[in-house]
C-alpha cells in the first residue's frame, strides 16, 4: 500500500501506537476507525484510509469500493449503536490531505442541527468552554467506543476477523 513519510496519517498508521488503543473502535482491511475527539456527537468517528491517497478517485477500483463498504459498515454501527437523527459524512482533506471520512451523529435536541458541525468547531476554537463542550459526551469515550465494537464485532461478515 502507497504511504506518503509527510502524512501525519501514514505515520499513524505506520505506528502501532499511532492511535491510543482505546480510541481504535475497529481495524477494517482497508481502513481504522477512531473515535473522533467531538463527543458531543456522541459516536463521532474517523474513519482513516489505510493506503495513502489524496482522492477518492485515487485508489483502484476494488480498493476504493472496499473502502466505501467499510465507511458504510461503521456508518451502521454508529446508527445501531445511537440511533442518531442524522449521520453526516465529511470526506473533506483540506487540512490533512489523506482520505478520511468524519462521521457525525446528530441529535434532534443539538442546537445546530440544521448547520455543518464545522460552524461549531471553529467556535470552539475560539472559546474554551465550547470547546469543553462539544469534546463531553453523554458516555465516557471507552464506553461509547465499547459500544461501537461490540456492535461491529456481532454484525461481521461470518469468516471475517473480528478486530481489533
Not at 481495524?27 to 495513502?52: D, I, K, M, N
Request: with cysteine; net charge negative; proline share 9%.
Amino acid at each position: 500500500m502507497a504511504s506518503d513519510p509527510d502524512c501525519p496519517f501514514c505515520r499513524k498508521l505506520a505506528d502501532p501506537a499511532g492511535w491510543a488503543a482505546e480510541d481504535v473502535v475497529w481495524e477494517f482491511p482497508h481502513s481504522v476507525a477512531v473515535l473522533g475527539p467531538w463527543q458531543f456527537y456522541t459516536g463521532y468517528c474517523v474513519l482513516v484510509c489505510r493506503e495513502h491517497a489524496t482522492e477518492l478517485h485515487h485508489l483502484d477500483g476494488s480498493t476504493r469500493v472496499a473502502y466505501l463498504k467499510e465507511m458504510a459498515t461503521l456508518a451502521e454501527a454508529i446508527g445501531g449503536c445511537f440511533r442518531p437523527h442524522k449521520l453526516n459524512y465529511e470526506l473533506l482533506g483540506n487540512q490533512v490531505p489523506h482520505l478520511h471520512w468524519h462521521l457525525f451523529p446528530r441529535s434532534i435536541d443539538d442546537p445546530d442541527r440544521l448547520r455543518p458541525v464545522w460552524f461549531a468547531l471553529e467556535k470552539a476554537d475560539a472559546d474554551p468552554a465550547e470547546k469543553t463542550r462539544l469534546e463531553t459526551a453523554r458516555a465516557h469515550r471507552t464506553m461509547i467506543a465499547a459500544l461501537l465494537r461490540e456492535r461491529l464485532r456481532a454484525d461481521k461478515a461470518p469468516g471475517e476477523p473480528a478486530t481489533p
